[in-house]
């Protein structure tokens, strides 16, 4: 519902800058100081911690504890403004009021203020500095409020990139954006099916209006309508340049500042794409049409108007520049002196309402072509070329009417100018009759009773009619505009979900505040109660969630504020009841309001104004005069030029004045014409604005609310400067501080218990890890470190902790880790030195030997003399230094004694004196003190009286005059009322104040009394002092002389003692140097025996170690053989089933009398194939030394249970004779085996064809025996072979390590590994015992059922015999030759049958022989080259990509069957115009890729192409367009049926290339006839040009690539990010940071993780590559076409890596920088294993390989060129987004210096000059490499072409 405020009159003069309070409110933000922060442990305030301290110019200053805190004071040492180093004492009155604390580095500049460990206001506001400062990022996450600062600059982040980028990722994800925002709501509502709503506020200049923007235009882009004749999404986009148009204008603090709020409702279907749209306003600034302040503009229409009046369908407006109107120029600096009726040269000379600003031009911005922009919004939303003329004409004649000048015509009257220019442009434009606006512009009517008075306006009240009639069309206007909007928006259909975007003012407070601020401020109430109760609400759910426990806080409800102005005796209501009055007033209204709105607390009245009063709104205290509260509520304009307006000739005019308003839309009121009153009263302006905010209010409760918060970071509009003062004022009144607040009070800092124990993993020990409950793990870890249970609580799924304990774990975690640093620094070191004094030892041992005998006697003679010289000084130094001291101790005590005595004698008449000196002080204060306070007493009383009487004559004279009034007495009785009742009030409040007093009382009494006690004592303290002293001074005495006495005593005995002990210490020394010499001897001694032991147990022990690696090696030799002849026994056993599975199939069909001898040649096909896919098989897998091919399966529970009971012992240990294995026995156990089983066959064979002598079928099967056995014995031959290539590898292996390791093999069985490779090969022959036994009982159960099926074979054979001869002779001639003719037309078809299998199967065996001859040619090189590795080890897939590729190439050299040719055929097939969709269906329509892979590569191709060949040699027009077409139209449909296969999209991509190729080969060009065969060139089309057609079909290509592309990005998407950037081949090394409520407590309430696992991502995303080459190789796709889909591929790999490596702050870090490299080093192995590295593929990955090679370079000064070369195809802002996002993951690493960024940009613009590509931040995932089609002609000829029997072609006829 649309709100207008009517004006603004009192926001004039330069006295009303918007500043905001300074002084926040001491109720509302002592929860934002001190009190509210987290409560720290004193220790946290020692020497060197940094804090907090208020400052007045920055807020918050950082300073740093100068000495541990203590007495409540706190030394502290900062920089001043100039650099300087202060120190300061600041004096705390307790603990809760110390200075906060700093959160450590690693936590500054997070994504998420509630993720830092001490949340308090200074920390915030830090923290956006930072981020906006530093690392130039506006957008900060605080819980679930976005924080968007204003950087007044445009930034490339908002972009479709930037929007794909975001789609489909969680809020917290990646950085913080608006489009994270938009995400959040469009997610929640898909996936809960619930209306949401985006609320944008901030005051103006804060960038709301461009965030509503980005918000709607990401709805716009990601729910785009699928209707294509409407474009909702555009419409709306469209109607922003209407909207800020006719809505937004310059301001002091902004350039295109909103004057007005709106809501916009985006519709959307179930499908979740926009269906429509519907827009609300509120809050039209309508004062702004007729005045604006210095340096203001009026709306943007009026100036654009101007712009383009010169053109010619504008010149009837009669328009000028913009500075001609009144209403426009109103806000320049200087205001020029204007003769009222003459135009003069110049701009604001002539117009009224564009000449009060004086500022008619905003740099950069051009009114003209923005004029023309609003134009076009205008055709594209519908409102055609007429209305918007009329709506011109309108504004139009608002300029006009401000121009005409109303003249005095008497005392109490006005009149306009018959010759008013302006008044008759003004009439024109409106379409109404000058003279009726000219007389009722002047007059107004008044009606009373039945008669109708005219009576005359004054001037001023002229002019404020016409302001009030232009105000009041504009509004208008704006309400048409806006409901016209609205029905292009209308959806057909009612809509399914919407998303609210509500962009609004802020909180505002002025110098001068009026109606419009209080409706403002009144609104941000009720935001912000929404708001507190939505934050809180989160808060409590995700801790109920959690199931944990904690306390209820109270949060700040503005509840009272709001029934101050809205209850039953409210504001507003007392204002509606006023402006009911006849005679009401403002003063009388402020009046009412201090009587009746005193008992509230959030209201107040000013000291030194009865005119205004004081609203304790939540942000700040906030002063409202109230003069123009009542008119404004009014909003009245004159009822008569209203109804002149509704006569005007034209329709909008009319229809804006005619129109009913509905409901509540009505926002004026009529000024009625007389004293009457309407009983349908209209609502005032208050009341209507309540209710649309109540109405808005319940809508937002009814959607689920995000909240974007807009700041400005300065008032001067300088790009990147924040000013704190501003930016704390804005962070206070706009709710970011509350909910830090909320979130301190909780538990604000949230880890998953798997990211919890990866971080601090370092702080447990290993016994205290338990892997399988990763829980306790942690709560081990947690109650080592905090022993405060309140600090923390276990969730669920989350480990919650109060504020600054991740701070204080991060402070352990790196003291662990300097710890363990130092650990290993100190043993590294003690090697180094240990390793370096061994060597000077060495040699300096030799030296030392010889010379310490030489210095041993020159030391003792030495000692000797000196003890001698000593003691004859000891003895004369003691008799000399006793005489001196009797001496001078006698004197000194002498002079002591008399000094002392003066000195007291002097003391004593001192302290006599003093107290005299203050008796008389005392007396002499006394006198004066009291002389004065008489003097004073009685000067007051005198003055008292003096004035009292003076005011009393006054009071008495002018109630005399006031008695003799009627008024007064009314007065007076009301004034009693209001008395009485402001007496019981103050009754009632002097008895609580008695009772308080009595209270003090009695606390006065307890307390003197203990004063009397505290007195008592204090006198028996200073008695027992006075005794205590003199007894000290006593002992002290007595003291000294013992002291003296004893020193003399002890002089004596000290000296004999000294002598003593040198002798002593002499002889010990003598004796250690005896003993230590005697000890060095023994040691060397014992040195020498164990080294000749050692080297005779080395000797023993290598000799053990080579005879166990011999019997090894010959193990693994014979192991090898065995497994050989197991493989071939297996093949053997194969062979026998497929013989028994043919036996089968053939007696289910027919008898053995009757079986055709067509295929019996064929037969061995099949046998053949299971023989190479068996030996391909065992070529293929790997030879690990000691496991088994077939027992790989179990290799994990059975060789590691055999490994468990092995004994780890050194290999010295272990006997020889247990290391044994009786190979030859057990060999010639499995060749007799092996020769009873051939014994078996033979008899077998031999037996059925015996028994059937005559049977063809039989004979036949025993050829193929004989044939198979033939076959068989070549295979063991080749079996032989390979085992002896397999021993040599083997013995390579041997002989390599002996090279490798020299004498010392023992190195690989240091560990006992030949142990347990000897264990490991016994159970491996146990095994393979097992398994023959069970292929022995096997062989004897077939062997059986082979007897009895040729029991039964026999059994038929003779029942069918018995049948034939019973018919020949029971029927006559005729019947029996019926008979068998009809028997040889069975056998007839059975035998095409079985022609057509033999055709399949010989197909196959060539198959399977080139495959064999690949594998055997890599065996040879294999072989040839020494031990080479399998492709188990050399593929992450098990699978060797150089495989896939031969496969790849001989499966496209499979050619299609060609027979015998009996004639020359032309390469064409002939067919029947009818048959013609048939073979499309056939060949498009239903042929199924599975079916295609068994054909020629581009068969269908070659068919259709052969087709069109026949048209071309009938020269048939008709029918070669028509197959064209049909080709066409089938591929196209086929695509767009299946264009989610891939396998389909590649065939068809294939074939389409295919048959271009053939149209270009055979089309008679020479420039396609380079490599054609002399027949190929005589087979060209003859008759038609088929170019136009290869246009055709190339264009199909192309979209078909376009469609495998895509298949493949949607596909290889969802693992970009988990494989590229998540993955880590070390789990846990780059550590995660510290985080919060990353949950984010009102993010949507899902738990979603990633689709992939990142520790299988990159192993996924390498299977589906390979798997996208093998599906392009196996369709015969162009090698050169190959390149091109991977070299968009990797393109598309690398741009969504990089955009989200770009997004990700916590990405962006040195261990991550060295993951993502080598995670792109498998992309690279990938290529070249598929030989695609020559082609350029990987260079599509040079941006993300440089981003990883820059997180991981060093970043100094010296650096900077380096870095610059290493990233050329990195763009600048690239560059420098990851410098600013670099966040050191430890506190090991150093941060990136502003300096050294500014240094790289500085170099970088340099490179940056013309190279506009690189302007962007976001690489373009659109981006498509040009496609070409190579042009690739075919080598098979056409004649050799055959239609495959699995194709239903039978109308074709080869010609």
Same mark, same amino acid.
């Given at each position: 519902?649309?709100?207008?405020?009517?004006?603004?009159?009192?926001?004039?003069?330069?006295?009303?800058?918007?500043?905001?309070?300074?002084?926040?409110?001491?109720?509302?933000?002592?929860?934002?100081?001190?009190?509210?922060?987290?409560?720290?442990? @004193?220790?946290?305030?020692?020497?060197? !911690?940094? $804090?907090?301290?208020?400052?007045?110019?920055?807020?918050?200053?950082?300073?740093?504890?100068?000495?541990?805190?203590?007495?409540?004071?706190?030394?502290?040492?900062?920089?001043?403004?100039?650099?300087?180093?202060?120190?300061?004492?600041?004096?705390?009155?307790?603990?809760?009021?110390?200075?906060?604390?700093?959160?450590?580095?690693?936590?500054?500049?997070?994504?998420?203020?509630?993720?830092?460990?001490?949340?308090?206001?200074?920390?915030?506001?830090?923290?956006?500095?930072?981020?906006?400062?530093?690392?130039?990022?506006?957008?900060?996450?605080?819980?679930?409020?976005?924080?968007?600062?204003?950087?007044?600059?445009?930034?490339?982040?908002?972009?479709?990139?930037?929007?794909?980028?975001?789609?489909?990722?969680?809020?917290?994800?990646?950085?913080?954006?608006?489009?994270?925002?938009?995400?959040?709501?469009?997610?929640?509502?898909?996936?809960?099916?619930?209306?949401?709503?985006?609320?944008?506020?901030?005051?103006?200049?804060?960038?709301?209006?461009?965030?509503?923007?980005?918000?709607?235009?990401?709805?716009?882009?990601?729910?785009?309508?699928?209707?294509?004749?409407?474009?909702?999404?555009?419409?709306?986009?469209?109607?922003?340049?209407?909207?800020?148009?006719?809505?937004?204008?310059?301001?002091?603090?902004?350039?295109?500042?909103?004057?007005?709020?709106?809501?916009?409702?985006?519709?959307?279907?179930?499908?979740?794409?926009?269906?429509?749209?519907?827009?609300?306003?509120?809050?039209?600034?309508?004062?702004?049409?007729?005045?604006?302040?210095?340096?203001?503009?009026?709306?943007?229409?009026?100036?654009? @108007?101007?712009?383009?009046?010169?053109?010619?369908?504008?010149?009837?407006?009669?328009?000028?520049?913009?500075?001609?109107?009144?209403?426009?120029?109103?806000?320049?600096? *200087?205001?020029?002196?204007?003769?009222?009726?003459?135009?003069?040269?110049?701009?604001?000379?002539?117009?009224?309402?564009?000449?009060?600003?004086?500022?008619?031009?905003?740099?950069?911005?051009?009114?003209?072509?923005?004029?023309?922009?609003?134009?076009?919004?205008?055709?594209?939303?519908?409102?055609?070329?007429?209305?918007?003329?009329?709506?011109?004409?309108?504004?139009?004649?608002?300029?006009?009417?401000?121009?005409?000048?109303?003249?005095?015509?008497?005392?109490?009257?006005?009149?306009?100018?018959?010759?008013?220019?302006?008044?008759?442009?003004?009439?024109?434009?409106?379409?109404?009759?000058?003279?009726?606006?000219?007389?009722?512009?002047?007059?107004?009517?008044?009606?009373?009773?039945?008669?109708?008075?005219?009576?005359?306006?004054?001037?001023?009240?002229?002019?404020?009619?016409?302001?009030?009639?232009?105000?009041?069309?504009?509004?208008?206007?704006?309400?048409?505009?806006?409901?016209?909007?609205?029905?292009?928006?209308?959806?057909?259909?009612?809509?399914?979900?919407?998303?609210?975007?509500?962009?609004?003012?802020?909180?505002?407070?002025?110098?001068?505040?009026?109606?419009?601020?209080?409706?403002?401020?009144?609104?941000?109430?009720?935001?912000?109660?929404?708001?507190?109760?939505? $934050?809180?609400?989160?808060?409590?759910?995700?801790?109920?969630?959690?199931?944990?426990?904690?306390?209820?806080?109270?949060?700040?409800?503005?509840?009272?504020?709001?029934?101050?102005?809205?209850?039953?005796?409210?504001?507003?209501?007392?204002?509606?009841?006023?402006?009911?009055?006849?005679?009401?007033?403002?003063?009388?209204?402020?009046?009412?309001?201090?009587?009746?709105?005193?008992?509230?607390?959030?209201?107040?009245?000013?000291?030194?104004?009865?005119?205004?009063?004081?609203?304790?709104?939540?942000?700040?205290?906030?002063?409202?005069?109230?003069?123009?509260? =009542?008119?404004?509520?009014?909003?009245?304009?004159?009822?008569?030029?209203?109804?002149?307006?509704?006569?005007?000739?034209?329709?909008?005019?009319?229809?804006?004045?005619?129109?009913?308003?509905?409901?509540?839309?009505?926002?004026?009121?009529?000024?009625? !014409?007389?004293?009457?009153?309407?009983?349908?009263?209209?609502?005032?302006?208050?009341?209507?604005?309540?209710?649309?905010?109540?109405?808005?209010?319940?809508?937002?409760?009814?959607?689920?609310?995000?909240?974007?918060?807009?700041?400005?970071?300065?008032?001067?509009?300088?790009?990147?400067?924040?000013?704190?003062?501003?930016?704390?004022?804005?962070?206070?009144?706009?709710?970011?501080?509350?909910?830090?607040?909320?979130? *301190?009070?909780?538990?604000?800092?949230?880890?998953?218990?798997?990211?919890?124990?990866?971080?601090?993993?370092?702080?447990?020990?290993?016994?205290?890890?338990?892997?399988?409950?990763?829980?306790?793990?942690?709560?081990?870890?947690?109650?080592?470190?905090?022993?405060?249970?309140?600090?923390?609580?276990?969730?669920?799924?989350?480990?919650?902790?109060?504020?600054?304990?991740?701070?204080?774990?991060?402070?352990?975690?790196?003291?662990?880790?300097?710890?363990?640093?130092?650990?290993?620094?100190?043993?590294?070191?003690?090697?180094?030195?240990?390793?370096?004094?061994?060597?000077?030892?060495?040699?300096?041992?030799?030296?030392?030997?010889?010379?310490?005998?030489?210095?041993?006697?020159?030391?003792?003679?030495?000692?000797?003399?000196?003890?001698?010289?000593?003691?004859?000084? !000891?003895?004369?130094?003691?008799?000399?230094?006793? $005489?001196?001291?009797?001496?001078?101790?006698?004197?000194?005590?002498?002079?002591?004694?008399?000094?002392?005595?003066?000195?007291?004698?002097?003391?004593?008449?001192?302290?006599?004196?003093?107290?005299?000196?203050?008796?008389?002080?005392?007396?002499?204060?006394?006198?004066?003190?009291?002389?004065?306070?008489?003097?004073?007493?009685?000067?007051?009383?005198?003055?008292?009286?003096?004035?009292?009487?003076?005011?009393?004559?006054?009071?008495?004279?002018?109630?005399?005059?006031?008695?003799?009034?009627?008024?007064?007495?009314?007065?007076?009785?009301?004034?009693?009322?209001?008395?009485?009742?402001?007496?019981?009030?103050?009754?009632?409040?002097?008895?609580?104040?008695?009772?308080?007093?009595?209270?003090?009382?009695?606390?006065?009494?307890?307390?003197?009394?203990?004063?009397?006690?505290?007195?008592?004592?204090?006198?028996?303290?200073?008695?027992?002092?006075?005794?205590?002293?003199?007894?000290?001074?006593?002992?002290?005495?007595?003291?000294?002389?013992?002291?003296?006495?004893?020193?003399?005593?002890?002089?004596?005995?000290?000296?004999?003692?000294?002598?003593?002990?040198?002798?002593?210490? @002499?002889?010990?020394?003598?004796?250690?140097?005896? !003993?230590?010499?005697?000890?060095?001897?023994?040691?060397?001694?014992?040195?020498?025996?164990?080294?000749?032991?050692?080297?005779?147990?080395?000797?023993?022990?290598?000799?053990?170690?080579?005879?166990?690696?011999?019997?090894?090696?010959?193990?693994?030799?014979?192991?090898?053989?065995?497994?050989?002849?197991?493989?071939?026994?297996?093949?053997?056993?194969?062979?026998?089933?497929?013989?028994?599975?043919?036996?089968?199939?053939?007696?289910?069909?027919?008898?053995?009398?009757?079986?055709?001898?067509?295929?019996?040649?064929?037969?061995?096909?099949?046998?053949?194939?299971?023989?190479?896919?068996?030996?391909?098989?065992?070529?293929?897998?790997?030879?690990?030394?000691?496991?088994?091919?077939?027992?790989?399966?179990?290799?994990?529970?059975?060789?590691?249970?055999?490994?468990?009971?092995?004994?780890?012992?050194?290999?010295?240990?272990?006997?020889?004779?247990?290391?044994?294995?009786?190979?030859?026995?057990?060999?010639?156990?499995?060749?007799?085996?092996?020769?009873?089983?051939?014994?078996?066959?033979?008899?077998?064979?031999?037996?059925?064809?015996?028994?059937?002598?005559?049977?063809?079928?039989?004979?036949?099967?025993?050829?193929?025996?004989?044939?198979?056995?033939?076959?068989?014995?070549?295979?063991?031959?080749?079996?032989?072979?390979?085992?002896?290539?397999?021993?040599?590898?083997?013995?390579?292996?041997?002989?390599?390590?002996?090279?490798?390791?020299?004498?010392?093999?023992?190195?690989?069985?240091?560990?006992?590994?030949?142990?347990?490779?000897?264990?490991?090969?016994?159970?491996?022959?146990?095994?393979?015992?097992?398994?023959?036994?069970?292929?022995?009982?096997?062989?004897?159960?077939?062997?059986?059922?082979?007897?009895?099926?040729?029991?039964?074979?026999?059994?038929?054979?003779?029942?069918?015999?018995?049948?034939?001869?019973?018919?020949?002779?029971?029927?006559?001639?005729?019947?029996?030759?019926?008979?068998?003719?009809?028997?040889?037309?069975?056998?007839?078809?059975?035998?095409?049958?079985?022609?057509?299998?033999?055709?399949?199967?010989?197909?196959?065996?060539?198959?399977?022989?080139?495959?064999?001859?690949?594998?055997?040619?890599?065996?040879?090189?294999?072989?040839?080259?020494?031990?080479?590795?399998?492709?188990?080890?050399?593929?992450?897939?098990?699978?060797?990509?150089?495989?896939?590729?031969?496969?790849?190439?001989?499966?496209?050299?499979?050619?299609?069957?060609?027979?015998?040719?009996?004639?020359?055929?032309?390469?064409?097939?002939?067919?029947?115009?009818?048959?013609?969709?048939?073979?499309?269906?056939?060949?498009?329509?239903?042929?199924?890729?599975?079916?295609?892979?068994?054909?020629?590569?581009?068969?269908?191709?070659?068919?259709?192409?052969?087709?069109?060949?026949?048209?071309?040699?009938?020269?048939?027009?008709?029918?070669?367009?028509?197959?064209?077409?049909?080709?066409?139209?089938?591929?196209?449909?086929?695509?767009?049926?299946?264009?989610?296969?891939?396998?389909?999209?590649?065939?068809?991509?294939?074939?389409?290339?295919?048959?271009?190729?053939?149209?270009?080969?055979?089309?008679?060009?020479?420039?396609?006839?380079?490599?054609?065969?002399?027949?190929?060139?005589?087979?060209?089309?003859?008759?038609?040009?088929?170019?136009?057609?290869?246009?055709?079909?190339?264009?199909?290509?192309?979209?078909?690539?376009?469609?495998?592309?895509?298949?493949?990005?949607?596909?290889?998407?969802?693992?970009?990010?988990?494989?590229?950037?998540?993955?880590?081949?070390?789990?846990?090394?780059?550590?995660?940071?510290?985080?919060?409520?990353?949950?984010?407590?009102?993010?949507?309430?899902?738990?979603?993780?990633?689709?992939?696992?990142?520790?299988?991502?990159?192993?996924?995303?390498?299977?589906?590559?390979?798997?996208?080459?093998?599906?392009?190789?196996?369709?015969?796709?162009?090698?050169?076409?190959?390149?091109?889909?991977?070299?968009?591929?990797?393109?598309?790999?690398?741009?969504?890596?990089?955009?989200?490596?770009?997004?990700?702050?916590?990405?962006?870090?040195?261990?991550?920088?060295?993951?993502?490299?080598?995670?792109?080093?498998?992309?690279?192995?990938?290529?070249?294993?598929?030989?695609?590295?020559?082609?350029?593929?990987?260079?599509?990955?040079?941006?993300?390989?440089?981003?990883?090679?820059?997180?991981?370079?060093?970043?100094?000064?010296?650096?900077?060129?380096?870095?610059?070369?290493?990233?050329?195809?990195?763009?600048?802002?690239?560059?420098?987004?990851?410098?600013?996002?670099?966040?050191?993951?430890?506190?090991?690493?150093?941060?990136?210096?502003?300096?050294?960024?500014?240094?790289?940009?500085?170099?970088?613009?340099?490179?940056?000059?013309?190279?506009?590509?690189?302007?962007?931040?976001?690489?373009?995932?659109?981006?498509?490499?040009?496609?070409?089609?190579?042009?690739?002609?075919?080598?098979?000829?056409?004649?050799?072409?055959? =239609?495959?029997?699995?194709?239903?072609?039978?109308?074709?006829?080869?010609?």
């Amino acid at each position: 519902m649309p709100m207008v405020i009517p004006e603004v009159s009192d926001y004039t003069g330069p006295h009303n800058s918007r500043k905001l309070s300074l002084d926040p409110l001491a109720e509302r933000y002592k929860l934002i100081g001190t009190h509210f922060w987290p409560k720290f442990h @004193l220790h946290h305030y020692v020497t060197g !911690a940094r $804090v907090w301290i208020p400052d007045a110019d920055q807020v918050w200053r950082c300073a740093e504890l100068a000495k541990d805190y203590k007495d409540n004071v706190v030394a502290v040492i900062y920089e001043d403004a100039q650099g300087i180093q202060q120190t300061e004492d600041l004096k705390v009155k307790s603990d809760e009021d110390l200075p906060p604390l700093r959160n450590p580095d690693i936590l500054i500049g997070e994504n998420d203020l509630t993720s830092l460990s001490y949340l308090h206001e200074p920390a915030v506001l830090y923290n956006l500095q930072v981020r906006f400062c530093n690392h130039n990022a506006i957008y900060t996450y605080c819980g679930i409020v976005l924080v968007a600062i204003n950087p007044y600059d445009e930034l490339p982040i908002y972009g479709q990139d930037t929007i794909t980028a975001y789609r489909g990722h969680n809020m917290g994800d990646l950085d913080p954006h608006i489009f994270a925002v938009a995400e959040e709501a469009f997610t929640q509502m898909e996936r809960e099916d619930k209306d949401q709503s985006i609320i944008v506020s901030g005051e103006s200049g804060a960038g709301k209006t461009v965030s509503a923007k980005y918000a709607m235009r990401y709805f716009a882009s990601v729910g785009g309508s699928a209707d294509s004749e409407t474009h909702v999404e555009k419409k709306i986009l469209a109607s922003n340049p209407i909207m800020e148009a006719i809505g937004n204008a310059k301001t002091t603090r902004n350039d295109n500042s909103s004057r007005f709020g709106k809501y916009i409702e985006l519709d959307f279907t179930r499908n979740y794409s926009i269906m429509g749209a519907n827009m609300r306003t509120y809050l039209l600034e309508k004062s702004r049409v007729v005045f604006q302040a210095p340096d203001e503009r009026n709306y943007h229409i009026f100036y654009q @108007l101007c712009a383009v009046a010169s053109e010619e369908k504008l010149k009837h407006l009669r328009l000028g520049v913009p500075e001609r109107f009144h209403y426009l120029n109103q806000g320049l600096h *200087a205001v020029p002196q204007v003769t009222p009726r003459k135009k003069r040269k110049g701009h604001q000379d002539n117009f009224h309402y564009l000449n009060q600003g004086f500022s008619p031009h905003i740099d950069g911005v051009d009114d003209g072509a923005n004029f023309h922009e609003t134009c076009q919004a205008f055709n594209l939303l519908g409102i055609n070329d007429n209305s918007q003329d009329q709506i011109y004409r309108v504004l139009a004649g608002i300029l006009h009417l401000g121009n005409v000048i109303i003249d005095e015509s008497g005392t109490d009257s006005s009149a306009i100018n018959k010759n008013d220019e302006s008044m008759q442009i003004a009439s024109d434009l409106f379409g109404v009759d000058v003279d009726d606006l000219r007389k009722w512009l002047c007059h107004r009517k008044i009606v009373s009773g039945r008669e109708v008075f005219t009576k005359p306006l004054t001037t001023s009240e002229a002019t404020f009619s016409r302001d009030a009639l232009a105000k009041h069309i504009y509004a208008k206007v704006f309400d048409w505009i806006v409901s016209q909007i609205n029905k292009c928006f209308a959806a057909k259909t009612q809509p399914f979900r919407f998303i609210g975007v509500l962009d609004i003012y802020g909180f505002e407070t002025f110098e001068i505040n009026s109606f419009e601020q209080f409706c403002i401020n009144y609104a941000n109430e009720k935001l912000q109660q929404q708001f507190n109760q939505h $934050v809180f609400k989160l808060e409590q759910e995700e801790y109920v969630k959690e199931q944990i426990e904690w306390e209820f806080i109270n949060f700040y409800d503005n509840q009272p504020c709001i029934d101050l102005i809205e209850s039953k005796l409210g504001i507003l209501v007392l204002l509606d009841e006023e402006c009911r009055m006849p005679k009401g007033s403002d003063q009388s209204w402020v009046e009412k309001l201090y009587d009746k709105c005193k008992k509230w607390d959030h209201f107040s009245k000013p000291r030194l104004s009865n005119t205004s009063f004081i609203i304790a709104h939540f942000a700040d205290k906030v002063g409202y005069e109230c003069a123009g509260f =009542l008119e404004k509520n009014r909003d009245t304009v004159s009822e008569d030029c209203v109804n002149i307006l509704k006569s005007s000739q034209y329709p909008l005019v009319r229809s804006l004045f005619t129109e009913k308003a509905k409901g509540a839309q009505t926002k004026v009121k009529v000024m009625p !014409a007389g004293p009457a009153k309407s009983k349908d009263m209209k609502k005032s302006v208050g009341s209507q604005f309540r209710e649309s905010l109540s109405l808005l209010m319940a809508t937002l409760n009814s959607t689920t609310p995000h909240y974007v918060r807009c700041i400005k970071p300065n008032d001067d509009k300088m790009s990147f400067t924040f000013d704190p003062t501003r930016a704390i004022q804005q962070l206070r009144a706009c709710g970011v501080l509350e909910t830090v607040r909320i979130s *301190a009070a909780g538990y604000p800092s949230r880890w998953t218990y798997n990211e919890f124990l990866c971080r601090y993993r370092v702080l447990c020990n290993s016994r205290d890890i338990q892997r399988n409950d990763v829980r306790v793990t942690c709560q081990k870890i947690i109650s080592n470190m905090i022993s405060d249970e309140d600090k923390f609580k276990f969730g669920r799924t989350k480990i919650f902790f109060r504020a600054g304990q991740v701070a204080y774990m991060e402070k352990l975690r790196a003291d662990r880790l300097c710890a363990c640093g130092v650990m290993i620094q100190k043993n590294v070191r003690m090697f180094i030195h240990r390793k370096r004094y061994r060597t000077v030892r060495n040699a300096a041992m030799t030296i030392q030997r010889y010379t310490r005998g030489l210095m041993s006697r020159r030391r003792v003679h030495h000692m000797r003399q000196t003890a001698a010289a000593i003691k004859i000084q !000891a003895c004369m130094r003691g008799w000399l230094k006793r $005489v001196r001291y009797q001496r001078l101790k006698y004197t000194i005590i002498r002079l002591q004694s008399c000094a002392r005595g003066n000195w007291a004698r002097q003391r004593f008449e001192h302290m006599r004196r003093v107290r005299a000196c203050i008796v008389i002080q005392k007396h002499v204060r006394k006198y004066l003190a009291v002389k004065h306070f008489r003097l004073a007493v009685k000067g007051f009383i005198t003055l008292q009286g003096m004035v009292r009487c003076f005011l009393a004559r006054r009071r008495l004279k002018k109630l005399k005059i006031e008695a003799k009034s009627i008024e007064h007495q009314k007065k007076l009785n009301k004034g009693l009322e209001n008395k009485i009742i402001s007496l019981q009030q103050k009754l009632t409040e002097m008895k609580h104040e008695n009772n308080n007093i009595k209270a003090y009382k009695e606390e006065i009494t307890a307390l003197k009394s203990q004063v009397v006690d505290m007195k008592a004592l204090e006198s028996q303290l200073k008695g027992t002092t006075n005794r205590v002293t003199e007894l000290e001074a006593l002992v002290t005495k007595l003291t000294v002389e013992v002291e003296h006495e004893r020193g003399e005593k002890m002089d004596i005995l000290t000296q004999k003692e000294q002598a003593e002990k040198e002798n002593r210490e @002499l002889l010990e020394r003598l004796n250690a140097e005896n !003993a230590k010499l005697t000890e060095e001897l023994k040691e060397a001694q014992k040195e020498e025996s164990l080294r000749q032991g050692e080297e005779l147990l080395r000797r023993k022990f290598e000799a053990e170690k080579q005879q166990i690696i011999m019997e090894s090696s010959e193990e693994k030799a014979a192991y090898q053989r065995l497994l050989g002849e197991y493989n071939r026994l297996e093949q053997k056993n194969d062979i026998l089933e497929e013989q028994l599975a043919k036996v089968k199939g053939g007696t289910h069909k027919r008898s053995a009398s009757n079986v055709s001898n067509s295929g019996a040649s064929d037969t061995p096909t099949e046998l053949v194939r299971d023989d190479i896919m068996d030996l391909s098989s065992m070529i293929g897998d790997d030879d690990i030394g000691y496991g088994s091919v077939r027992s790989r399966m179990s290799e994990n529970s059975d060789s590691s249970r055999n490994l468990e009971n092995i004994e780890w012992e050194s290999p010295q240990k272990i006997p020889n004779a247990d290391i044994k294995i009786h190979v030859p026995e057990r060999l010639q156990e499995l060749e007799m085996e092996n020769a009873k089983i051939k014994d078996d066959l033979n008899r077998l064979r031999k037996s059925i064809a015996e028994s059937e002598p005559h049977n063809n079928q039989v004979q036949e099967f025993m050829k193929q025996f004989e044939a198979l056995q033939d076959e068989l014995e070549r295979r063991r031959e080749e079996c032989i072979q390979l085992r002896t290539v397999l021993a040599n590898r083997s013995s390579d292996i041997r002989s390599l390590t002996e090279n490798s390791y020299g004498k010392d093999v023992d190195i690989v069985n240091e560990d006992g590994e030949l142990a347990v490779a000897y264990q490991t090969q016994k159970q491996v022959n146990r095994q393979l015992e097992e398994e023959l036994k069970t292929e022995k009982m096997r062989h004897k159960e077939t062997e059986s059922e082979y007897k009895s099926e040729l029991d039964r074979l026999r059994r038929d054979n003779e029942r069918q015999q018995k049948l034939l001869s019973q018919n020949l002779s029971k029927g006559g001639g005729s019947h029996p030759e019926a008979l068998l003719q009809s028997e040889i037309m069975r056998l007839t078809s059975e035998n095409l049958n079985l022609q057509g299998q033999v055709d399949s199967l010989t197909e196959q065996l060539k198959k399977y022989k080139r495959t064999l001859k690949a594998y055997a040619r890599k065996l040879k090189e294999a072989s040839g080259s020494g031990s080479k590795r399998s492709s188990a080890q050399g593929s992450p897939h098990g699978t060797d990509p150089t495989d896939l590729l031969d496969v790849a190439n001989n499966e496209t050299d499979v050619m299609p069957v060609i027979r015998k040719k009996e004639r020359d055929y032309m390469g064409m097939f002939e067919y029947d115009r009818s048959d013609e969709m048939q073979i499309i269906r056939v060949l498009i329509y239903e042929l199924k890729p599975r079916v295609a892979v068994t054909f020629l590569p581009g068969l269908p191709a070659y068919i259709l192409f052969m087709c069109i060949r026949h048209t071309d040699h009938i020269n048939d027009d008709e029918k070669v367009r028509s197959l064209l077409n049909n080709i066409v139209n089938g591929v196209k449909r086929v695509i767009k049926k299946r264009h989610e296969d891939l396998d389909s999209t590649v065939l068809w991509l294939s074939n389409t290339l295919r048959l271009l190729h053939n149209l270009k080969q055979y089309s008679g060009d020479k420039a396609f006839q380079a490599e054609n065969t002399v027949k190929q060139n005589e087979q060209s089309l003859k008759n038609f040009d088929l170019s136009e057609y290869r246009q055709v079909l190339s264009d199909i290509a192309v979209w078909i690539y376009n469609g495998v592309i895509k298949l493949m990005e949607e596909k290889v998407q969802p693992l970009i990010v988990p494989s590229i950037l998540e993955h880590e081949a070390i789990a846990g090394l780059s550590g995660n940071k510290p985080g919060g409520m990353r949950g984010r407590a009102g993010s949507v309430a899902r738990e979603l993780e990633s689709p992939v696992e990142p520790q299988k991502a990159l192993d996924l995303l390498l299977k589906e590559m390979t798997q996208f080459y093998r599906t392009l190789a196996m369709f015969g796709t162009d090698p050169e076409l190959i390149t091109q889909v991977f070299r968009q591929i990797f393109y598309f790999i690398c741009a969504g890596s990089l955009n989200n490596l770009l997004l990700r702050k916590d990405m962006c870090h040195w261990s991550k920088g060295m993951q993502i490299r080598y995670n792109l080093s498998h992309l690279e192995q990938w290529t070249r294993d598929m030989r695609l590295h020559e082609s350029g593929v990987t260079e599509t990955l040079a941006p993300i390989i440089q981003a990883a090679q820059l997180l991981q370079a060093r970043k100094t000064d010296d650096d900077v060129h380096s870095i610059c070369d290493m990233c050329d195809k990195l763009s600048v802002s690239q560059i420098i987004k990851i410098l600013n996002l670099y966040t050191p993951a430890d506190d090991f690493e150093e941060r990136v210096p502003i300096s050294f960024i500014h240094k790289i940009q500085t170099k970088l613009q340099e490179r940056a000059e013309g190279e506009q590509a690189q302007a962007t931040l976001l690489m373009n995932t659109k981006f498509a490499f040009p496609v070409r089609f190579p042009f690739n002609p075919s080598s098979i000829h056409l004649e050799d072409i055959e =239609l495959p029997d699995s194709l239903s072609l039978s109308m074709l006829k080869k010609v």
